[in-house]
């Protein structure tokens, strides 16, 4: 992961603790967001494309599973998304 996908990474984990209430010290990279890893719902799948709209510009809606996999997969496709805005 390079700097600027780990800027985008930490914002997203700040993002998580900040707004789903998840202790920040047991989110990781790579931990799996949904299922046995943070625990995440539909709902909250919900939460997280409303915040990567208004932080980086980046719609999610109808992209694939996988891009949830974890903060990983995530910050990756938004990095890489032609729409993305980075934050000052």
Do not use: C
């Not at 603790?17 to 709902?43: C, H, K, Q």
């Not at 919900?46 to 992209?63: H, K």
């Amino acid at each position: 992961m390079d700097e600027r996908q780990k800027t985008v990474a930490d914002k997203i984990i700040d993002y998580l603790a900040s707004n789903l209430r998840l202790p920040r010290e047991n989110i990781s990279y790579d931990i799996p967001l949904f299922g046995d890893g943070i625990g995440l719902d539909s709902v909250d799948s919900l939460e997280i494309i409303a915040g990567m709209d208004q932080l980086f510009g980046v719609t999610l809606m109808g992209v694939n599973d996988g891009v949830f996999a974890n903060i990983r997969t995530l910050s990756g496709y938004i990095v890489n998304h032609p729409d993305f805005k980075e934050q000052n």
